[in-house]
């Protein structure tokens, strides 16, 4: 794995350290918001692992990341899907407003188990493809 990566993943397991933080406290806009960052920088390594660069928008990443996802079938497409669910929490959290405007908790904490399992399926599928190389090289 690149360092490059391996800092987005870094960054991925902190968004996620976080948004537990903050679901824990009773934050749901917070914990949402964070899931989003988890899963976003978790989608930038897989990014940066294949092609070397990262797209500078959300939507370029999502692209990106939709694109890489159907050559690896170990993503399957629930991820994708997740991403694009976990910017709706961002969004709500950064730009909605009105007393319909919330990410409830129980929605929250249900998002940290899903992008739990997103930042760990992503490490996982970069870890393995490091060990194949170096058994073929």
Known sequence: ?????AQYLDKARQALKEARAV????????AGRAVYLA????????IFERTGKVPR???????QFSR???????VGAELPRFLS??????????????PDATVPLAEAL?????????????AELLASRRKLRAVTE
Not at 57 to 63: E, F, I, L, M, N
Not at 68 to 74: I, K, M, N, S
Not at 110 to 122: C, D, L, P, Y
């Open 110 to 122: 249900s998002a940290i188990e899903t992008a739990e399992n997103f930042v760990t399926r992503i």
């Open 85 to 98: 669910q976990a910017y709706d929490f961002k969004a709500v959290a950064d730009y909605e407003i009105g």
């Open 23 to 30: 679901a824990g406290i009773g934050l749901g806009e917070a």
């Open 39 to 46: 899963v976003f920088h978790a989608a930038q390594a897989l």
């Open 68 to 74: 890489l996802a159907g050559d690896e079938p170990e």
């Open 1 to 5: 794995m690149t360092p490059e990566a």
């Open 57 to 63: 928008t959300h939507r370029g990443v999502h692209a």
